[in-house]
């Protein structure tokens, strides 16, 4: 037994779990936080390298509109600085190669958009035409449009259901997309550097952040090495890892979403909560870091950023950090790409994705000095990159169940956010709106 009950047990200390554990700490009542891994942060996470380089394996952006990860970075006196953008993006559609994306895609992204403004982010199942939208896909409605050549098409998927979702456009939901463009205030904030999601970057990662929140929490709140395994729940919650045991009076669930039916419950919960947990996918995206001595890409005027319409990557960006004299190209693989990739052997995973890049960046991306890899999908505590979602017609059948509260038990995580759903700010704001709800039962 931990001790004598606690108002609250948070499980979870990636973003939603802090917050969550934060604002209800705020509010005076007796909160524990358990995190099964040795670190807080969950799906962000920063390595350096022995040259001092440092590389964000997981999250690591902020743009415009996510407030609460801004204010959080100043609570904490965390720098944020903008992503390297010193020269020329490339669009590569087919064998053309673009310093801006053409009109086509532009229309389409565009249209997009249109659609995305008449979806509820609160309740997507209940937009105008939602059940239509939820019955098709991306790939389904690129090909129904009436604009642009087939590799634009397909640079418009990759951009979508990759850039945002990490798989392909056949995968992908209309309704799903639609809620997430409006959940992330658009197109144009969504796959944006300057002035979208990709604007800035933090000195020593979003996990600094997460630390900082986590110290302001205290090693009394913030439980390391605590992975929950079973939930009895009635009135009260009790929640049992393997080696304590924590009573309280209500729970928060901080955990992604799509790996909570790994924990045992006691009764079970809800069998429609079961199936909506169920129904969700997690994303299969890769991130991956080549460095070299220099940001040589910059000398040819380029800035890193580039979008492919075929090959292994589908996006690169400079991942340089100011001050260090190293350059850091990350690629992104996503879908089919990703799945490939991860096929190969560890020395034939960074020849493929060079292969898949020197159209754009030349002979000289053979000389990187190293080849970071991480894959999220490995980890058991994650399960996917870069978040969950539903599949064709999950938000019609299963959307209410998700987000509806279990008696003591709140759930909390980007992916149940309708405010930035699969970014760090709507992990922030699930875990504020968890610990309101909370309060009110309390
Ligand atoms: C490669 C990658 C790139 C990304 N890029 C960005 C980006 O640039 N900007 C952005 O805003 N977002 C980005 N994201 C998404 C962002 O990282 C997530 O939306 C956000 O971190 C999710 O926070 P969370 O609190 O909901 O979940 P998590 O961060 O997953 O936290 C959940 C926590 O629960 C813990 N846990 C799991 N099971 C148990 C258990 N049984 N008991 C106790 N603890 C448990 C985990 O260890 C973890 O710490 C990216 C994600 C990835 C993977």
């Not at 895609?105 to 403004?117: E, F, H, M, P, T």
């Not at 060079?354 to 999220?376: A, K, N």
Request: hydrophobic letters at 40%.
């Amino acid at each position: 037994m931990s001790r004598s009950q606690h108002d609250v047990v948070v499980v979870g200390a990636g973003f939603a779990g802090l917050s969550a554990a934060r604002a209800l700490a705020r509010r005076g009542y007796d909160v524990v936080l358990l995190e099964a891994r040795d670190r807080v942060g969950g799906r962000t996470h920063t390595r350096y390298l022995s040259n001092g380089t440092q590389i964000d394996l997981g999250g690591q952006w902020l743009g415009p509109t996510q407030e609460t990860m801004y204010a959080l970075a100043a609570e904490f006196g965390i720098a944020t600085f903008p992503t390297a953008s010193h020269g020329s993006p490339v669009y590569r559609i087919g064998d053309r190669q673009l310093e801006e994306p053409p009109a086509a895609v532009d229309r389409l992204l565009q249209r997009v958009d249109n659609l995305a403004r008449d979806i509820d982010p609160d309740r997507p199942w209940a937009s105008a035409n939602a059940a239509y939208w939820d019955s098709i896909t991306l790939r389904g409605w690129l090909d129904a449009q009436d604009v642009g050549t087939p590799d634009e098409r397909a640079l418009v998927g990759r951009m979508l259901a990759g850039g945002l979702q990490t798989v392909e456009a056949a995968e992908v939901s209309m309704l799903g997309l639609l809620f997430y463009v409006r959940s992330g205030n658009g197109v144009e904030r969504l796959l944006n550097m300057r002035g979208g999601a990709q604007q800035d970057r933090v000195f020593g990662g979003p996990q600094a952040i997460a630390q900082a929140m986590a110290d302001s929490l205290g090693s009394e709140v913030v439980r390391h090495n605590q992975r929950a395994r079973r939930v009895e729940w009635d009135t009260g919650v009790t929640v049992h890892t393997d080696t304590h045991t924590f009573p309280a009076r209500q729970l928060v669930m901080a955990i992604p979403a799509h790996i909570v039916p790994e924990l045992d419950f006691s009764p079970p919960l809800p069998v429609t909560k079961q199936i909506a947990l169920r129904s969700l996918l997690p994303g299969i995206g890769l991130k991956l870091h080549l460095v070299y001595p220099t940001p040589f890409w910059r000398e040819a005027g380029l800035s890193g950023q580039s979008n492919h319409s075929t090959g292994s990557i589908t996006e690169t960006v400079d991942n340089t950090v100011p001050g260090d004299e190293h350059g850091v190209l990350t690629g992104f693989a996503y879908g089919v790409d990703a799945l490939a990739l991860r096929r190969l052997s560890p020395t034939q995973r960074p020849q493929a994705v060079v292969e898949s890049l020197l159209p754009v960046f030349g002979q000289q991306l053979r000389e990187f000095t190293d080849f970071v890899e991480f894959d999220w999908s490995t980890e058991s505590l994650t399960q996917g990159c870069f978040s969950a979602r539903f599949g064709t017609h999950g938000w019609m059948s299963h959307g209410a169940d998700l987000m509806a509260v279990t008696g003591p038990l709140h759930w909390a995580g980007t992916e149940y956010a309708t405010v930035w759903n699969g970014y760090f700010e709507g992990a922030v704001r699930s875990g504020e709106a968890a610990a309101r709800a909370v309060a009110e039962q309390l």
